[in-house]
């Protein structure tokens, strides 16, 4: 059999490949909520599996590791969450708590190999070769009472101008002419040092300090890379896992718009373009004088062109190019600016091949925001949000590892694998996920329709249901709580008059010596 025909999916469930204590043929099935594990992510699981095990034997999972995975999963779908409470709730307490964690956190599951070889298999099972790599970066806001989670620092945040506690990662997308979905991870945490000197430096800023006066920038540290250095490292394993695939382009936002990593991205997959927004503030070498970006843009404006964005919808917008010596670059880039319809000032965006045509590298550079919609889609349907409590390095990375998982899942799944193959919009991820749940609720009516014994099928279900989602006691309600005497008592009223007495004494002869000192 073909490693790839594990991704047509079949409706049934493979009984023996459970392991005893999560599910046993032999005893009856406890009714979950959720059913049985959607059949499309068990053909994904143990097409994966094949994948991660036939160039390296030492990567296999053993059977209750996969149906674990292909329970988590399902999960994620049907609850929206990586919390394991929800899971023993959705599984009426087929699976526990602790058990479930207890994999997360000690099984000898190959983590790493997970999301390489998903990504693998997807991109082999529809032919793809050629694709476009996106980095962006994310924030993810938590309580400042979570101490035990990793790579918490204070972020910066852009809505309000002032900082939050949370996570920040920073992600590889491939876009392909067929498919997206994201093909690396990393958590970002600044050195302790620089996050003190940054801090420091806003400081004496303000004061107006002279910058030769304020302490020096600290060196890096090697435990603790840049958010480039970082991106660096996601496109050189990409390089090394996915060497089938042929990069056309690297795109960045602002941030990675530097030399060094615009040089370093492109001589990674041998001088390939690399689009990157570039500061208005920057200085351009216009003959022989320096002028700076906007300034630039605002004397040089475009003409008016044709635009598809991100081939659908059509606009016409000002967008003009020159092909220029960037400064902190010490080399010429291709500058182009481009201003919407409600944009005051142009963007400028720079490329390192300078042989691409204008509206190529305009039109190009829309796929950027697709990244956007999947950093969306992922903490809105894919698990990723302020449940994930997972401690410790391990506990965090395991937990996205997780929710990753679930995008390439919805790519083998029947409906969309019909819209794929006839070259079809895709479906969405949530549309997948509410017809997952559906799948779901339908399962649970069929078993019990079809059962022997449909009365004590539904006699167990309804005692699972009460058990997990039993009632809690509220504090909104005084019952059998003691709420107080609230009530005058009787024989203090005597003790009133004399205060009373009392006050109005002291203010008798307050008054007194008022008159008389006037």
């Known amino acids: 059999m ?59 999972m053993s059977a209750m590791q996969r149906t674990w995975l292909v329970f988590c999963v399902t999960a994620v779908l049907i609850t929206h969450s990586m919390c394991w409470a929800r ?23 190959p983590w790493d190999q997970l999301l390489v070889a998903s990504v693998r298999i997807i991109l082999r099972h529809h032919r793809i070769t050629v694709g476009t790599l996106v980095i962006d970066d994310t ?12 790579s918490l620092y204070k972020l910066r945040d852009t809505e309000s101008a002032g900082s939050l506690w949370g996570h920040s990662l920073g992600f590889l997308f491939l876009v392909t002419p067929k498919i997206s979905l994201p093909v690396g991870f990393v958590f970002y945490q600044p050195a302790p040092e620089l996050s003190a000197w940054s801090k420091q430096e806003r400081g004496l800023k303000k004061q107006g300090v002279p910058q030769k006066q304020r302490p020096p920038k600290p060196a890096p540290h090697p435990q603790y890379p840049s958010k480039e250095q970082r991106a660096l490292d996601l496109l050189e394993a990409f390089k090394v896992q996915q060497p089938a695939i042929r ?51 605002a004397t040089h404006p475009g003409t008016p062109q044709r635009l598809r964005i991100r081939g659908g919808q059509e606009v016409v917008a000002p967008v003009g190019s020159a092909r220029l010596s960037v400064c902190s670059h010490r080399t010429k880039r291709f500058i182009v600016a481009i201003k919407d319809a409600e944009e005051a000032s142009y963007r400028s965006l720079i490329a390192s091949d300078l042989s691409w045509r204008t509206l190529d590298i305009v039109q190009g550079h829309t796929l950027r925001w697709l990244v956007e919609v999947f950093m969306q889609d992922w903490k809105s349907y894919e698990g990723w949000s302020p449940l994930t409590k997972q401690p410790s390095d391990e506990g965090a990375r395991h937990s996205v590892i997780l929710s990753l998982l679930v995008d390439p899942s919805l790519c083998v799944h029947a409906d969309q694998q019909r ?26 009516i069929d078993d019990l329709l079809s059962s022997d014994n449909p009365q004590e099928i539904l006699k167990h279900f309804t005692q699972a249901l009460h058990k997990v989602f039993a009632c809690g006691r509220s ?44």
């Open 2 to 60: 073909s490693l790839y025909d594990g991704l047509r999916v079949s409706s049934g469930y493979n009984h023996q490949a459970s392991p005893r204590g999560l599910w046993s043929p032999d005893r009856l099935e406890p009714p979950m909520m959720l059913g049985k594990p959607a059949p499309f992510v068990r053909a994904f699981v143990e097409t994966v599996h094949a994948a991660m095990r036939a160039p390296h034997p030492s990567h296999a």
């Open 475 to 518: 504090k909104k309600h005084m019952l059998q709580r003691p709420l107080g005497r609230l009530e005058p008592t009787p024989y203090l009223k005597y003790r009133v008059d004399e205060v009373l007495r009392h006050m109005h004494a002291c203010s008798i002869r307050a008054s007194a010596i008022r008159i008389w000192t006037i």
């Open 247 to 297: 990069v056309h382009c690297i795109m960045a936002d602002a941030l990675y718009g530097t030399v060094s990593f615009v040089d370093s991205a492109s001589a990674i997959f041998g001088g390939v373009q690399v689009l990157s927004h570039i500061r208005s503030k920057q200085n351009l070498r216009v003959g022989k004088r320096l002028q700076p970006v906007a300034a630039y843009c």
């Open 139 to 150: 924030n993810n806001p938590r309580s400042k009472s979570a101490k035990a989670l990793a």
């Open 419 to 444: 819209q794929l193959k006839n070259h079809l919009p895709a479906y969405t991820g949530g549309s997948l996920r509410a017809h997952v749940q559906g799948g779901c609720l339908v399962e649970i």
């Open 87 to 109: 899971f023993e709730r959705a599984s009426l307490g087929t699976y526990a708590l602790a058990a479930l964690s207890w994999m997360c956190r000690h099984s000898k599951i």
